[in-house]
């Protein structure tokens, strides 16, 4: 009932920028969080950059100054602006989102499919 679509991975050369967008929609009543974690093969699951529904992020330390997430709460979308991206960022970047679907039931986290970031050097 929930989907997350992703957009806007690819392949860029170091300094470079990429802007990854994600557009939920389905049943929703609110959406209280979105964000954006990354995966390396062998690494665990680790938080880039999070944003809540007034408008307060937080990021990991390896991102802060060069990534700017971001949101637009009429169209459900999260944006996550990344500059001066470095080898070290290739990963497989996931959207999530913290979503309640109807006022009477609780809050859940839906996941986007993934979407391939692979910077060269």
């Known amino acids: 009932q929930v989907q997350l679509v992703e957009s806007g991975g690819g392949l860029v050369q170091a300094g470079g920028s990429l802007r990854l967008s994600c557009a939920a929609s389905g049943r929703i009543f609110s959406i209280n969080v979105m964000g954006w974690y990354r995966q390396t093969p062998g690494k665990q699951r680790e938080l880039v950059a999070g944003i809540t529904s007034g408008g307060s992020t937080n990021y990991a330390d390896s991102v802060k100054g060069r990534f700017t997430i971001s949101r637009d709460n009429a169209k459900n979308t999260v944006y996550l602006e990344m500059n001066s991206l470095k080898p070290e960022d290739t990963a497989v970047y996931y959207c999530?989102?913290?979503?309640?679907?109807?006022?009477?039931?609780?809050?859940?986290?839906?996941w986007g499919q993934g979407t391939q970031v692979t910077v060269s050097s």
């Open positions: 999530n989102a913290l979503i309640r679907p109807t006022p009477r039931r609780d809050d859940y986290n839906y």
